[in-house]
């Protein structure tokens, strides 16, 4: 896979309220709405000329897609629209690029009066970090998904992995931003077309209609709103309608049930996120009760990470700390979950960490610089070096959320089930146990178990590269005076996490092949080590470091460390794609696999991506992120060197 560059850093936008009427952006010269009122505008302009909100009427799901996001305003009255409609579709799927996206402040202040309060306010508090992200914003119980793209357009749709049914062309004035209109932009809507699909601008610039003409629209003017003459009214009438590429299509269309094997992390998110859907799961596992392979540790850490070129794993570690961060607020809460972590930086200065962060453009609710002072200050405990803060990160307890996740997805629960091997039948999928005894049935069969599943995965993709890393922390009790506890998590030299009593948890080792189940002391005096170097114990203070207890567990890794999320690729005798998505994949079967030691961090964003991909539905992920988890990406990588 080549490597990815960096993504570009966010400007935010530049607002003059001075007119609170009509806010004006100075970079561009042009107001964000009309003075005539915004939510009537978005009204006449963008709802009513994609014949909003009758066209969304008794369908099962509709997507808008929209250029420029402004204050939000757009949106909020589409909401709004829907909410109001007893026809509704089930789920409505707004997805908006914005370039310079506003700051949080801002948006309270732009929607300080607003008509829509209760629904600004639930804005304002999903509003995210602004980083160069898809983020997936949730309203109404999942049903009503908000797709915040920020960054360029031309590139957002090269990314996104949609079919959309309406468009909003909101850009500011053609003059000023022509880069927004531009005809290679508004050509590349036709890729993401849906049949039937419409769109609305309030332009009507000689740009937008030739470039959405050859872009496949037949194109009309209509009154325009207030003192606007006309408005852009075009639906989408392609000579040649163009083919969805193989592995783009929905894994299992108009599946109603769902078998999850693993009711650990990755197998509770993924039910969590199907029973958003309205996929109906059963979760089966071995043991007898969820949570009690490598999910079961009683503490795990969660945060993103960052590195000078902003690369594969930074950003999908990034999307997948924020979907989780997200997911968390949205829980009952938990009986145990520490908020914010450290995790030290043992290469740089602190000057130049600032000099990265400054470089990348990430914001302070993302990550943090902090001075050795203010990290010992931080963390009470005396670290030798400077670190960065993670606000959205922390530490919980894996069970709990597990739990917690099952809960939210009402699933069936099947445990002390082991299930020896999966086949397929017409209506999907069928699991069989010891003596090949019938275990279940479903429209839809979900691989997510951990180690113990990696023969049912190989049955079915024998060459992927799958490590089983053997994982070991130790327990420390009531601590010495001499021996601080954390005030919140760190990570960098090992981690450290405190307990709920007076001790902490501090680990871990990581061994592949290796299957001794008991605890050992060398690995206990390793992790012992790394937390007196971590938390900088004197050397008397060390000696007396001694392990109350702890636990062994196996992680499932993929080689390069990323985890496996899609459907398996369906075997050919012709020659091998040259892209993922052009390959077909075995129908009804997804796989949400080999989450390693991020099991926490990234099983909430994997499961969304695959419940996306199972409906045919908008991926919350962009296409160079997906093709990296992709669980083909293996077999297209040995066909390339090959030559």
């Not at 799901?61 to 007893?86: C, K, M, S, Y």
């Not at 989780?324 to 030290?344: I, Y």
């Not at 590269?465 to 954390?486: D, F, T, V, W, Y």
């Not at 997906?626 to 990588?637: C, E, K, Q, S, T």
């Amino acid at each position: 896979m080549t490597k990815q560059a960096r993504s570009a850093a966010l400007r935010p936008a530049h607002i003059d309220f001075s007119d609170p009427g009509a806010p004006l952006a100075p970079d561009f010269g042009d107001v964000y709405h009309s003075r005539a009122g915004a939510l009537a505008q978005a009204r006449h302009v963008f709802l009513g000329a994609n014949g909003l909100p009758d066209r969304w009427g008794g369908r099962e799901e509709f997507v808008i897609l929209e250029t420029g996001f402004g204050l939000g305003n757009n949106f909020l009255a589409t909401w709004e629209a829907w909410r109001q409609d007893p026809q509704r579709c089930e789920r409505l799927v707004f997805i908006s690029i914005e370039k310079h996206p506003v700051l949080r402040a801002d948006l309270a202040r732009a929607h300080v009066q607003s008509e829509l309060p209760e629904q600004a306010a639930a804005l304002l508090a999903a509003w995210p970090p602004l980083t160069p992200d898809l983020h997936r914003l949730s309203f109404e119980q999942g049903q009503v998904q908000l797709l915040l793209c920020f960054g360029d357009a031309q590139h957002w749709l090269r990314e996104l992995v949609a079919e959309v049914d309406a468009f909003y062309l909101d850009g500011f004035n053609p003059q000023q931003n022509p880069e927004m209109w531009d005809r290679h932009l508004l050509k590349a809507l036709g890729r993401h077309a849906a049949p039937g699909a419409t769109a609305g601008s309030w332009s009507v610039a000689p740009q937008v209609r030739e470039g959405l003409a050859a872009a496949g629209f037949e194109v009309e003017r209509q009154r325009g709103f207030a003192n606007k003459g006309g408005m852009c009214v075009a639906h989408y009438l392609p000579r040649h309608q163009l083919h969805k590429p193989a592995a783009r299509a929905a894994l299992a269309p108009g599946a109603r049930t769902a078998l999850v094997l693993g009711a650990g992390l990755a197998g509770a998110a993924c039910a969590w996120a199907l029973a958003q859907r309205g996929i109906a799961c059963t979760v089966i596992d071995e043991h007898g009760g969820p949570a009690q392979a490598s999910s079961g540790n009683p503490a795990g850490l969660f945060h993103g990470t960052l590195n000078p070129d902003d690369g594969i794993h930074a950003r999908f570690n990034r999307a997948a700390a924020l979907e989780t961060e997200r997911v968390l607020r949205s829980l009952p809460d938990l009986p145990w979950l520490q908020h914010g972590l450290l995790r030290l930086e043992t290469q740089r200065s602190a000057e130049q960490m600032r000099g990265l962060l400054g470089s990348l453009g990430l914001p302070a609710d993302y990550v943090q610089v902090l001075e050795p002072s203010e990290a010992r200050a931080l963390s009470g405990l005396d670290l030798g070096h400077p670190a960065w803060l993670y606000p959205g990160g922390g530490a919980l307890a894996p069970p709990a959320y597990v739990n917690a996740l099952l809960t939210q997805s009402r699933a069936r629960l099947q445990l002390n089930s082991p299930v020896h091997r999966v086949s397929p039948n017409e209506q999907g999928w069928q699991i069989w146990g010891q003596d090949d005894e019938l275990l279940g049935e479903a429209g839809l069969l979900v691989l997510a178990g951990g180690h113990r599943a990696q023969a049912l995965l190989q049955a079915w993709a024998p060459d992927l590269p799958l490590l089983q890393l053997r994982g070991q922390l130790s327990h420390l009790g009531a601590l010495k005076p001499n021996c601080p506890r954390p005030k919140l998590p760190v990570a960098g030299i090992g981690y450290a996490i405190a307990d709920t009593a007076q001790g902490l948890w501090c680990g871990a080792t990581s061994q592949d092949a290796d299957q001794d189940t008991v605890l050992r002391e060398s690995d206990h005096q390793r992790n012992l080590s790394q937390f007196a170097e971590l938390a900088g114990l004197s050397p008397e203070a060390a000696a007396q470091l001694m392990a109350s207890g702890g636990r062994v567990g196996w992680r499932l890794a993929a080689a390069d460390r990323m985890p496996l999320v899609g459907g398996l690729p369906m075997p050919t005798d012709g020659p091998m794609p040259e892209q993922l998505r052009f390959m077909p994949r075995r129908p009804a079967l997804g796989v949400c696999m080999a989450l390693g030691s991020r099991g926490i961090t990234w099983a909430a964003l994997c499961a969304q991506v695959l419940a996306a991909q199972v409906c045919g539905a908008p991926v919350p992920l962009e296409a160079s992120l997906i093709d990296a988890i992709d669980p083909a990406r293996f077999g297209l990588r040995r066909h390339r060197a090959k030559g």
